[in-house]
């Protein structure tokens, strides 16, 4: 799959012609804006979609990713957008902040293997990078087992689904004390744990997705051979290094300094601008 084209079309439902290689015209873009802005804000963002794709086309990435940037910021959230910045930074060789907008994509949009793609070529790149610097290729920036699993899934479907399996769960369960055929009542007895096994699974999907499980706010590190430090303060000592694009869990923050979780049973503070929460902050 080709990561070198940006894809933006502000609203999901123009994502497949986009996707298709269907150009978004300035028409078409207008009417996406004017769905759900007021003319005047609608044409700013416009001009800005205009000139972060004009920039990009012509290879200026700086120029691109801060006009993106701006237009994420005036409160558009789409895909496609997040997609194009993460691409934007990935040809910046900006990796970690590739993998964190990608990542954002596929939090709206569940299963985008474009983004996929992206977080899978910018992981390649760091790993070549630290293995030419180095000699080191291993990079960890998968989510667990456990996400991973629903990962494709959006939390509406699985909600919906929990919500549904429920109904027929406990609707056997009744239908028991009122059916007294021996066929059915078998039927009955063999269908409640399948779907009791299924509701569980989904609702642990669901938990799983509404972050239960874990604690604190998911985050890519941002900055590579980053200092990890046992408080929040740069005089303080080191406890090692941390890579650009490791997933980490944001504990608590502190005066610019961020308490993070990473793989290994690692923890410390980082610097609130080397770590990126995949949840938007307002700002």
Not at 116 to 142: N, Y
Not at 168 to 193: D, N, S
Request: no cysteine; hydrophobic share 45%; proline share 5%.
């Amino acid at each position: 799959m080709s990561l070198t084209r940006p894809r933006s079309a502000l609203l999901t439902a123009l994502s497949a012609a986009t996707r298709a290689g269907t150009t978004l015209t300035s028409a078409a873009l207008l009417g996406a804006l004017l769905f759900g802005a007021a003319p005047a804000h609608a044409d700013s963002q416009r001009a800005l979609f205009e000139r972060a794709s004009a920039a990009y086309a012509r290879g200026d990435y700086p120029t691109a990713i801060r006009t993106y940037e701006q237009l994420t910021e005036s409160g558009i959230e789409d895909p496609d957008v997040y997609y194009d910045l993460g691409l934007a930074y990935a040809k910046q060789g900006a990796h970690g902040h590739a993998i964190l907008w990608f990542e954002r994509a596929i939090q709206l949009a569940p299963g985008d293997a474009a983004a996929e793609a992206g977080i899978a070529a910018s992981t390649s790149a760091l790993g070549r990078r630290r293995a030419d610097a180095r000699g080191e290729t291993t990079m960890r920036t998968r989510p667990p087992f456990r996400e991973a699993a629903v990962r494709s899934v959006k939390t509406n479907t699985l909600a919906v689904l929990v919500l549904a399996l429920s109904a027929l769960f406990f609707g056997v369960l009744g239908a028991l004390r009122f059916v007294r055929g021996e066929t059915q009542r078998m039927a009955l007895w063999i269908a409640a744990p399948l779907l009791g096994l299924a509701l569980g699974t989904a609702s642990l999907g669901l938990a799983q997705k509404l972050g239960y499980f874990d604690e604190g706010a998911p985050a890519i590190v941002l900055g590579d051979d980053a200092d990890l430090r046992e408080a929040p303060d740069p005089r303080a000592t080191t406890r090692g290094l941390v890579h650009q694009g490791e997933r980490a869990r944001v504990l608590a923050r502190d005066r610019g300094w961020s308490r993070v979780r990473l793989p290994g049973a690692r923890e410390g503070w980082l610097r609130d601008d080397l770590v990126g929460e995949l949840e938007r902050r307002p700002r």
